[in-house]
Every structure is written in C-alpha cells, then in structure tokens.
C-alpha cells in the first residue's frame, strides 16, 4: 500500500479556496507528527503546517489565520483547508509523514505532491 496519496490540487483566482486531502496508510497516518509542505518554482521546500497525535499544530508565518490541517481519524486522512489564497501561494504541495514539525529532512513519507495555483 502506497503511504500517502495526495488529491484537491488545482487551479483557483486569488481569494478562493480549496481542501487538499492526503490518504494514508495505517501505519503512517499513526506517525507521531503530519505535515505539508510546499515548494514553489525555482524555492526551497518550506514547512506550511503539522499536526502531532496530541493535536498540537503549528503554521508558518505566510498562512497563519489563512489555512488549517484537520484530520479524519477514521478515513485515516489528513486534509490541508486553504482559503483566502494569494498568487504566493502558487506550489506544489507534499504531504509527509513520520517526522518532526518543519524538519523537512526527519520525515520518512512522502506523498507525490499536487499542484496549486492561485491567478490573480
């Protein structure tokens, strides 16, 4: 079974939203910390939110107040609610699991990525 699937990509005008959905396996999706991360052209990957398994979660700075990771337990999966999105926002964006809140290099799951783009 592939660890995390991503899905919810897409293309969407400044303003608007969308709901990111990673799938994961029973064993990863019972890591202790969930996290997305994005990487835009020609940038680093960067940290955008994590969830541990105490509920704890953290956002960077850019998308506070703007985005939120809830997670359904029993479809073991974890989503990432976009709204209010800027053209700043333009990434590709990775789920990851089994790793340390922003460390991206701790993480041991990677889902392939999905594409968002925000128009202005």
């Known amino acids: 079974q592939v660890p995390l699937v991503e899905s919810g990509g897409g293309s969407v005008q400044a303003g608007g939203s969308l709901r990111l959905s990673c799938v994961a396996s029973a064993n990863t999706y019972s890591s202790y910390c969930l996290g997305w991360f994005r990487q835009a052209p020609g940038e680093e990957r960067e940290g955008v939110a994590f969830i541990d398994n105490d509920g704890y979660t953290n956002y960077a700075d850019s998308v506070k107040g703007r985005l939120a990771i809830p997670k359904d337990d029993a479809k073991n999966t974890l989503y990432l609610q976009m709204n209010s999105l800027k053209p700043q926002d333009t990434a590709v964006y990775s789920c990851?699991?089994?790793?340390?809140?922003?460390?991206?290099?701790?993480?041991?799951?990677w889902g392939q990525g999905t594409q968002v783009t925000v128009s202005s």
């Open positions: 990851a699991a089994d790793g340390v809140g922003f460390v991206e290099y701790s993480y041991n799951y």
